[in-house]
């Protein structure tokens, strides 16, 4: 009986297993191996040992985009994070019109990343944009500028158009909260504590796994983040806002260096391990209570 269920277990188990070799293992072996070659991706590899990683390591450019890419998960850990757990606590006050709070919180995140990107495009234009118009508005035409091609601002211009949204993380918090029994609140209330105290000394310590898991996501979504850059900046002016993901598709689309581009892709695989065992440590994921 047991070795009958074992073969339905598997049988049951091997179309995942399948997809999982076909579109991830696969292509990340590809990766991997091409990374170790000069590839254009239409003649053969050529192996060239750790020449790529060298190369990497040398460019500024890879400096440039490598600062960039750490400045944003700071800012997804500092501000993105805590801004999307600050909504959660609010929300779970429920107040008069929380529910239409949290649909209009979630808005940006049903639109496409593209289509935001564009969005944002029009709000920064010089002459047209809804930034600049309302500056001057307000008499702050002096702080008018070309947001996107002004090296000074180009690179918060972009971050805005994600940092905000922290849809996600408010979700994953607010579904925590919600199963956190409310008589720990009431009997904190009756002690008297504050809400500021009770959020403070009991919920952000029960919230430490929900708050880790979402620092996770947030630092892993921000290593990948692509589009809002290419749609925008496409990494310029210059190299102002240049980041691992954007050098390595410039790296296909402009020179169809593939295995340079490969090479790029394996060093973020393993900063986003290095990041995801960091959050781990940080908010003491496997630590027992």
């Known amino acids: 009986m047991k070795q009958k269920n074992k073969m339905w277990i598997a049988l049951f188990l091997a179309p995942a297993l399948l997809m999982f070799l ?135 211009s972009v971050t805005n158009i994600w940092l905000w949204y922290a849809a996600v993380i408010t979700l994953m918090v607010f579904s925590e909260l919600s199963a956190i029994p409310a008589e720990i609140e009431e009997s904190a209330r009756m002690d008297g504590a504050t809400a500021l105290q009770v959020d403070w000394y009991i919920y952000l310590p029960l919230l430490r796994r929900a708050i880790g898991t979402g620092a996770i996501v947030a630092v892993t979504a921000v290593f990948k983040e692509f589009e809002s850059i290419y749609m925008t900046t496409n990494g310029g002016p210059g190299n102002s806002t240049m980041t691992i993901s954007v050098m390595m598709v410039n790296k296909i689309v402009q020179s169809s260096q593939y295995g340079y581009a490969n090479t790029l892709g394996i060093m973020l695989l393993v900063f986003g391990i290095a990041a995801m065992l960091l959050c781990n440590k940080l908010f003491g994921m496997n630590r027992a209570d």
């Not at 529910?99 to 495009?121: C, E, G, K, Q, T």
Request: proline letters at 4%; glycine letters at 6%.
């Open 22 to 156: 076909l579109i991830y293992l696969g292509p990340l072996v590809l990766a991997f191996v091409s990374s170790f070659t000069k590839w254009n991706g239409m003649q053969s590899m050529r192996f060239i040992g750790l020449q790529n990683y060298i190369q990497i390591v040398k460019d500024p450019v890879f400096h440039t985009a490598l600062c960039h890419t750490l400045l944003w998960a700071l800012l997804a850990v500092c501000i993105h994070v805590p801004f999307g757990v600050l909504v959660a606590l609010v929300l779970k006050r429920k107040r008069r019109g929380w529910r239409f709070a949290r649909s209009v919180f979630m808005l940006p995140n049903i639109i496409s990343r593209s289509a935001l990107a564009l969005m944002f495009l029009f709000i920064y234009k010089p002459d047209v944009g809804v930034l600049n118009t309302l500056l001057q508005g307000l008499g702050l035409g002096h702080l008018a500028r070309n947001w996107l091609v002004d090296p000074k601002t180009a690179l918060m």
